[in-house]
């Protein structure tokens, strides 16, 4: 079965960097677009970053566009967001997700357990 | 970017009791919306997509319904199970939007 585990949070400062990691397994990874989709303490869902299959596009909501990076790592079935210039609204429970297919690239049909990521002076 | 509206924010109801959750879009999305569940500290899973298809493995007591702007979440008989928070996300124009989430209570 599809599985998907995120790691990397953690408490940083503002300014500073990080990178969240999600290891897949249980589908051939390389075949699908996969996200990143974070939720502020206490808020809603809030769609970050996606990737396609084979990494030739990246697309960002605006309020990360130009200090997140995502990528991954095809042979290894991993995906990567690098977080730069960290803001205090940055705070938030990041999870990575897979998309449902080439016909439901913006549908999430499974997640990652999280990774809570704190920005705080 | 389009703008998800969820109805009410929070309902209370009673185990057996029918439950519709409204999701409204700011324009049309014909049926590119997916329903998903959450329950405290855990990730959202996915319920329905395409408004009214069940993803696998998921009770017949969930329907979702709708096209255009208007679509609903109906869950026939509540379970202990199904009381959690419950959002509707459009999945036809870009970015990616979700509701403001719907939290079902038990009354």
């Known amino acids: 079965q599809v599985q998907l585990v995120d790691s990397g949070g953690g408490v940083f400062q503002p300014g500073k960097s990080l990178r969240l990691s999600c290891a897949a397994s249980g589908f051939t990874f390389s075949s699908y677009s996969m996200h990143w989709v974070r939720q502020a303490p206490g808020r809603g869902l809030e769609w970050v970053s996606l990737i396609t299959y084979d990494a030739s596009k990246m697309y960002y909501t605006d309020a990360v566009q130009g200090r997140f990076l995502i990528s991954r790592d095809n042979s290894k079935n991993m995906l990567y967001l690098q977080m730069d210039s960290l803001r205090l609204e940055d705070t938030a429970v990041y999870y990575c997700?897979?998309?449902?297919?080439?016909?439901?690239?913006?549908?999430?049909?499974?997640w990652g357990q999280g990774a809570l990521v704190t920005v705080s002076s | 970017d389009i703008q998800m509206t969820q109805s009410p924010s929070s309902v209370s109801a009673s185990v057996g009791d029918r439950v519709t959750i409204t999701c409204r879009a700011s324009q049309g999305i014909n049926s590119w919306l997916a329903w998903y569940q959450q329950k405290p500290g855990k990730a959202p899973k996915l319920l329905i997509n395409?408004?009214?298809t069940l993803q696998s493995g998921v009770p017949s007591r969930f329907s979702g319904n709708g096209s255009g702007t208007d679509f609903t979440l109906t869950i026939s008989s509540l379970q202990p199970e199904d009381f959690a928070t419950y959002y509707c996300q459009q999945a036809n124009s870009f970015p990616p939007t979700f509701g403001q989430g719907t939290k079902l209570e038990i009354k």
């Open positions: 997700a897979k998309s449902g297919g080439p016909a439901a690239t913006t549908i999430f049909d499974s």
């Open positions: 395409k408004a009214s």
